[in-house]
């Protein structure tokens, strides 16, 4: 295991723990927290190069296909398998992200293995939320429906809270997920905006190896409080 000095450790891998200053905004205490833990990035990073190889090898198989003359619907079946693959990994990342975010409130170091196996004993529970995830994502990618992008991005808010309610030991469904949101909305105006819009900015490239660490620390303090 790779062992960081004391003061990079204290920068990049952080120390968790409530911020002294409680009363600052929920949106900004998600900031204090992801800047004393950047390490928070690494599942990201992972999950978009495993991202980019399976969307590679899916596209290598279409060519292949298309060129020995399967034309027809091969490219919105590719659409589908890359869109349905794509929800359920970035599903799977915002889980494992939940449980990091969770150490890291708790007042603890964000731990990659220690939040891996937490979200396969918890996958069951999951799982259902990414395949559907996955259905709307490779639906929508397969269709080339204009403005999928914000269809995509708004779901993942629910995506984001029901995460934070299993580590949170809430387990709740997307539409009890819906309900808590609008609700949320109406205690923490500005807090669910940013939330709305993390979920949307979560499917850019690159800027969400930040946005989802954050907005995944949002979306958990949000549940513990509301």
Not at 29 to 57: E, H, R, T, Y
Not at 154 to 177: D, E, K, M, N, T
Not at 200 to 208: D, G, K, R
Request: charged letters at 10%; zero cysteines.
């Amino acid at each position: 295991m790779v062992s960081f000095p004391n003061y990079l450790r204290g920068w990049f891998m952080g120390y968790g723990g409530w911020p002294t200053y409680n009363y600052r905004p929920l949106y900004l205490q998600a900031f204090d927290f992801f800047v004393k833990n950047l390490g928070m990035i690494i599942p990201a990073i992972i999950a978009l190069i495993i991202s980019l190889i399976v969307g590679f090898a899916i596209g290598a198989i279409g060519g292949a296909l298309a060129l020995a003359g399967f034309s027809f619907g091969v490219v919105d079946a590719i659409g589908f398998v890359i869109g349905f693959i794509s929800g359920i990994i970035i599903s799977f990342l915002i889980l494992v992200e939940a449980y990091e975010a969770g150490s890291v409130v708790n007042g603890n170091i964000p731990d990659l293995g220690l939040a891996w196996q937490s979200s396969q004993y918890s996958r069951e529970k999951f799982l259902p939320t990414a395949l559907i995830t996955g259905l709307i994502f490779g639906v929508l990618s397969a269709l080339r429906i204009p403005g999928s992008f914000l269809i995509e991005g708004l779901f993942l808010v629910l995506v984001y809270i029901v995460a934070s309610g299993i580590v949170s030991g809430v387990r709740p469904g997307l539409g009890q997920s819906l309900n808590w949101y609008s609700s949320a909305f109406s205690k923490d105006g500005i807090s669910s905006l940013v939330l709305l819009l993390g979920g949307i900015l979560s499917l850019v490239p690159l800027l969400n190896l930040l946005v989802i660490p954050y907005t995944e620390l949002l979306a958990t303090l949000m549940v513990r409080k509301y």
